[in-house]
């Protein structure tokens, strides 16, 4: 599971000792509530089938997937079936391989998502070699169901703008400059990124 309320306090509170920055977002935004996903199969699946759409239109093919072919939290339902019961639920031809890969690679046993590597790059390398999960994808998912305090998404939009922000900085950071900046805040980087969020809803809600 995630980061609990508890981790993300310290780790903020552990931020905010070193970064000023982050001690005057915390008073103007508050503590983040957790963001905490199910570890495991259905879980990356509904991340395949949620890219590139919105909450609403996943939900709505997540739905007709469990119409169509059943339980979708048995990896061996979705590795079975046709790519016209796919693709028929919404599932571009893309997704629909995708979809299969993940399901065969979790019934060979080639993934083992209840032991993936301790070491945070190594579980990332395991994760992207499937299918339709990139980096971001994979960070995504070792920070919000494994909990993993240290996952740094340099690559996402958001929280290069909102560090920038929070920062000072005229221009958005880019991913390799958000990267460097970061160092100094292991082993709390994961919460960095869950406040960095957590902030950019704050702004938008004001703009």
């Not at 070193?18 to 983040?32: D, K, Q, S, V």
């Not at 980096?135 to 939009?157: H, K, T, V």
């Not at 709390?188 to 990124?193: P, S, V, Y």
Request: charged residues 25%; glycine residues 8%; contains cysteine.
């Amino acid at each position: 599971m995630g980061l609990s309320a508890e981790q993300l306090r310290k780790g903020i509170d552990a931020l905010c000792e070193r970064e000023p920055a982050f001690a005057a977002g915390l008073a103007r935004a508050g503590y983040p509530e957790p963001r905490i996903r199910e570890r495991g199969y259905e879980t990356l699946l509904r991340t395949i089938v949620g890219q590139q759409v919105s909450v609403a239109a996943a939900q709505s093919i997540w739905k007709k997937l469990e119409a169509g072919i059943g339980d979708l939290t048995n990896p061996a339902i979705v590795a079975a079936a046709s790519d016209e019961a796919l693709r028929a639920a919404g599932l571009s031809r893309q997704k629909a391989s995708y979809a299969r890969s993940l399901a065969e690679e979790v019934t060979s046993g080639r993934l083992d998502l209840a032991n993936l590597p301790e070491e945070d790059e190594e579980a990332i390398a395991a994760l992207t070699r499937i299918k339709g999960i990139g980096r971001w994808s994979a960070e995504i998912y070792l920070l919000f169901a494994e909990g993993r305090a240290d996952i740094w998404p340099a690559g996402d939009l958001a929280v290069q703008i909102e560090i920038g922000r929070l920062l000072g900085h005229a221009e958005r950071p880019s991913e390799k400059a958000i990267r460097e900046l970061a160092e100094q805040w292991r082993p709390h980087r994961g919460a960095a990124a869950i406040f960095a969020w957590h902030h950019y809803k704050v702004d938008m809600d004001v703009i």
